[in-house]
């Protein structure tokens, strides 16, 4: 909900949080996803690569981790 009001910091900081509290990697993935989105935002890409690699790791079959993560190589 940060992230669409534009408050990208918020939402890396709940994102990180919720990462910890999730129960299984699998829980995890969306989360990865998305924080790894963010960081695209904020300019940040190695972070984004880790987070996107984490979470296609994860779920291999996800098509927009990939394509979020090849911006991310884009932008390094």
Known sequence: NKAARGDNSGAIEDLTEAIKMA?????AAPMYME?????????????????????????PTWGRAYHYRSKAYEAL
Not at 23 to 27: G, H, P
Not at 35 to 57: H, M, N, Q, S, W
């Open 23 to 27: 129960k299984a990697d699998y829980d």
């Open 35 to 59: 924080r790894g989105r963010i960081y695209i935002d904020l300019f940040e890409p190695k972070k984004a690569v880790k987070d996107l690699t984490k979470a296609i790791e994860i779920v």
